[in-house]
């Protein structure tokens, strides 16, 4: 997917007598059906065998967010992975979404082979391979974007988030 293809440039143009070969397992999403183009139909795309690997993800235990001294069992959940030419890009929605800094940080403290993980680093990453859109974007967003890479994000054309704001705004009143 657009993940893999981004990869593979940087890995060409960092990696000197290098050959990187994409696969991607899955038909073309044309051949599944046309309501794939459409990006408010991803729920529906993303259920079915035909899109989807059914991956899950594992339970784990996790520090209670009552009381951190006790552990609570996280069941695992449904884990949609893209299983058509263009990867995950193709059944969810084209949404671009980074990890929690800490999470990152967490991974980077588990091991000092790991250090490479940590959120700076990563962040550096991310700001190589990202072209935003965003028009006058401000200095703090500028710090964690970046503007010149091979992988296209943009703001959503209309705040898809309006209708939540009224909703808070109701229970707010409660």
């Known amino acids: 997917g657009t993940a893999g293809c981004v990869l593979a440039r940087e890995l060409i143009y960092n990696i000197s007598n290098i050959n990187i070969l994409v696969l991607e397992a899955g038909p073309p999403d044309t051949h599944i059906n046309d309501i794939m183009r459409s990006p408010c139909a991803y729920t529906t795309v993303s259920k079915t065998s035909e899109t989807d690997w059914g991956y899950s993800t594992e339970d784990q235990r996790m520090p209670s967010t009552v009381d951190p001294t006790e552990e609570v069992l996280n069941k695992g959940f ?8 263009g990867g995950c890009s193709t059944v969810n929605a084209m949404a671009y979404m980074r990890g ?14 790991y250090i490479i993980w940590n959120y700076d680093h990563c962040l550096e990453a ?12 401000d200095v703090e967003f500028e710090n964690y974007h970046g503007f010149n890479g091979l992988l296209y994000v943009q703001d959503p ?9 009224d909703v808070f705004e109701v229970v707010r009143k409660f």
């Open 78 to 85: 449904s884990y949609p992975r893209g299983k058509v030419i």
């Open 100 to 113: 929690h800094k800490a999470d990152y940080d967490l991974w980077a403290a588990q091991d000092p082979d």
């Open 126 to 137: 991310f700001k190589a391979v990202e072209n935003n859109a965003r028009k006058n974007p």
């Open 157 to 165: 054309a209309v705040d898809e988030f309006d209708i939540s704001k």
